[in-house]
């Protein structure tokens, strides 16, 4: 493999700040807790949906997404790199038509990959949409004063759970138009090397999410917030 090849060193895995510790809440447990209700079971449940969805996102980005876009800036390099040492005397043609072939599969295969996360996406709002409708049933048959007041296993009420989790989609939202930026520069097979590793660590890396994904941000406190959230 050329030096330029070997030079190149993307990033399996995106590069993650420690998570901050939060703070256990030392108010006493809700007496919700004695006795679980459906709200409680449909919070969490919606709640381990959402959290499997930002999974399956960071699956998709760092499995499927890096080994696509790797694969194809290793191609346009080797290409390159066989040009040059090929006499300009003698026809291209063999080397180029099909490295070209592969290359536009690898772009193909990136397109998939936006497609798969814009599904995602569109899950997260749909897991969102049933919050919303979830807090409208309680206030018809538990009252606003349980919905608002009553805390349902520590400190969150129904009410703070629901319009606080729809902040996720932000983040999330600014990452998928980022990748399908990226994409749209590695589809250009004009594109230099330095500009390639360059898109390719900001794929890996996710920056929004780093700071702001669901791991940065609700993991600990859901927790810390539900009960048997993790059995």
Excluded at 5 to 27: D, H, I, W
Excluded at 130 to 157: M, R, Y
Excluded at 189 to 217: N, V
Aim: with cysteine; proline share 6%; glycine share 2%.
């Amino acid at each position: 493999m050329s030096s330029r090849l070997a030079s190149f060193k993307g990033p399996s895995t995106p590069t993650s700040s420690p998570v901050q510790q939060r703070q256990v809440s030392s108010a006493p447990p809700s007496p919700a807790r004695l006795v679980e209700s459906t709200y409680h079971r449909k919070l969490r449940t919606l709640l381990q949906e959402l959290k499997s969805t930002t999974e399956t996102w960071d699956d998709i980005v760092l499995i499927d997404g890096l080994k696509s876009a790797k694969s194809l800036v290793d191609m346009r390099t080797e290409l390159d790199n066989s040009l040059a040492r090929t006499p300009n005397r003698l026809p291209q043609t063999r080397i180029v038509g099909p490295t070209l072939e592969a290359m536009d599969q690898s772009i193909s295969e990136l397109d998939i990959v936006l497609l798969k996360l814009q599904k995602q996406f569109r899950k997260m709002n749909t897991i969102v949409e049933s919050l919303d409708a979830l807090v409208i049933e309680a206030h018809k048959n538990k009252g606003w004063q349980w919905v608002e007041k009553e805390p349902l296993w520590t400190t969150w009420t129904l009410e703070k759970f629901v319009s606080r989790v729809p902040e996720i989609l932000v983040p999330y939202h600014r990452a998928l138009s980022g990748h399908i930026a990226l994409v749209n520069i590695l589809r250009s097979h004009s594109i230099s090397f330095d500009e390639s590793r360059d898109a390719i660590l900001k794929w890996a890396e996710q920056p929004w999410l780093e700071e702001h994904g669901w791991d940065a941000e609700w993991e600990d406190l859901c927790s810390v917030e539900i009960d048997r959230w993790n059995r």
